[in-house]
């Protein structure tokens, strides 16, 4: 489980420095926690 967060950390942190509109850089997080919530 600590795997997936860190991995979801890293996505959050890659799209944290490109995008800083507070709505947009979220959209990656959720993503991911829908997909992992799907499996």
């Given at each position: 489980?600590?795997?997936?967060?860190?991995?979801?950390?890293?996505?959050?942190?890659?799209?944290?420095?490109?995008?800083?509109?507070?709505?947009?850089?979220?959209?990656?997080?959720?993503?991911?926690?829908?997909?992992?919530a799907?499996?």
């Amino acid at each position: 489980m600590s795997g997936k967060i860190t991995h979801t950390f890293f996505i959050h942190k890659t799209f944290d420095k490109k995008i800083d509109n507070p709505n947009i850089k979220y959209l990656p997080f959720l993503l991911t926690v829908i997909k992992t919530a799907r499996r």
